[in-house]
């Protein structure tokens, strides 16, 4: 699962992403609460409905992006680990505080740099 192409790119990714899907999900739940405002003066049932549904999914989302940040940590602390080319340089300690101080970001530069930037050897044939 380490060294899966798939995995490395969806926890490089999805924190971030989910993240942003939180905080639009967000604006539109701000957005409707001001549009429909002054309609709850009549009828005061709804207010707390509506403004409970939509605080409920907003924190559904950021707590998946939450837990989806954790996992991305654990993945890239374990891959980081096991990578031959930071014990040769001394980069290992370096990008794990990266990961902890810039989770989500980290991750992501990381995915960038040392995955998608580094060719795997060719094997001549001859």
Not at 1 to 29: D, E, H, N, R, T
Not at 42 to 68: S, T
Request: net charge neutral; with cysteine.
């Amino acid at each position: 699962m380490i060294q899966s192409k798939f995995w490395q790119a969806f926890f490089a990714i999805a924190p971030l992403a989910c993240l942003i899907i939180a905080l639009v999900g967000y604006f539109l739940f701000i957005l409707t609460l001001v549009s429909q405002g002054p309609g709850w003066e009549m009828d005061n049932d709804a207010a707390p409905l509506a403004f409970f549904g939509g605080m409920g999914i907003f924190l559904l989302l950021i707590f998946l992006a939450v837990l989806l940040s954790l996992a991305s940590l654990i993945f890239y602390i374990i891959h980081a680990s096991q990578n031959p080319n930071l014990k040769q340089n001394n980069l290992l300690v370096v990008w794990i505080l990266l990961f902890v101080f810039a989770s989500g970001l980290g991750q992501l530069i990381y995915w960038i740099i040392e995955i998608l930037n580094k060719k795997e050897p060719q094997i001549e044939r001859g």
